[in-house]
């Protein structure tokens, strides 16, 4: 089952612009990362932000998390056609079997016009 | 360093038979992990393995799905019989330790016919 939704499922943007994703989820989670994906690949890790914190930077990326809210954002700053991908949210959760689980939600679909 | 191996890449068989899928995780990496990722969705956890122990395989179906990490290292991992509603991409990944970052193979793409 998949604890996040993203919003939106599909975004088309010009390079240079920025790149703004979504994603909520439903339990109380020890963090939230941020994957991403190109098309036929594996997932690649790009960050990871703990409960108690609100804001992390790399490089182009800036992720803002909201417990309250229970919604974290993904900013990618002056994008690329490389950006290309689909990206991820996954929370990292406590699981009732062992240990904590990752949970990925459905994906927005980046599309980064040249 | 090489990152997570997985084999084969696609993988096209008809309903009913087995199928099995190979992954040699990151050397050193203690934790393994296999997520089945349907079109269009997010991976969703199969099973995890610390070492040689599966700590975590309540969303594993195992009427038809098995794995094993015998020797801790690599896993393979099982279906039988294979089922339409299989086809999707079977991905591993590897992490030092459950509490760290993880590293995904490629995918095993599976189409049944």
């Known amino acids: 089952s998949q604890q996040g939704e993203e919003d939106p499922q599909a975004l088309s943007i010009q390079e240079g612009e920025n790149a703004t994703m979504n994603c909520s989820y439903k339990?109380?989670?020890?963090?939230l990362q941020w994957y991403r994906q190109n098309s036929g690949r594996g997932l690649v890790h790009l960050i990871l932000?703990?409960?108690?914190?609100r804001e992390k930077h790399s490089g182009r990326l800036r992720v803002t998390l909201d417990t309250s809210k229970k919604s974290s954002s993904l900013l990618i700053t002056a994008s690329r056609a490389a950006d290309t991908a689909s990206y991820f949210c996954?929370?990292?959760?406590?699981?009732?079997?062992?240990?904590?689980?990752?949970?990925f939600g459905e994906g927005t679909q980046l599309t980064v016009n040249p | 360093e090489a990152g997570v191996v997985q084999s084969p890449r696609y993988k096209i068989i008809e309903k009913k038979q087995p199928v099995a899928f190979w992954c040699n995780p990151i050397?050193?990496?203690?934790?393994l992990y296999w997520y089945l990722q349907n079109l269009g969705q997010g991976p969703e956890l199969l099973i995890r393995?610390?070492?040689?122990?599966?700590?975590?395989d309540s969303q594993l179906p195992k009427d038809r799905f098995s794995a094993e990490r015998l020797k801790g290292v690599d896993s393979t991992l099982k279906i039988q019989p294979a089922e339409l509603g299989d086809s999707a991409v079977y991905l591993c990944?590897?992490?030092?330790?459950?509490?760290?970052?993880?590293?995904f193979g490629p995918g095993t793409r599976l189409t049944v016919l």
């Open positions: 339990t109380s989670i020890n963090n």
């Open positions: 050397s050193g990496h203690n934790t």
């Open positions: 990944a590897s992490s030092q330790t459950w509490a760290d970052t993880q590293y």
């Open positions: 996954a929370t990292d959760a406590e699981a009732e079997t062992s240990g904590s689980r990752l949970t």
């Open positions: 393995y610390e070492n040689e122990e599966a700590v975590d």
């Open positions: 932000i703990r409960s108690n914190e």
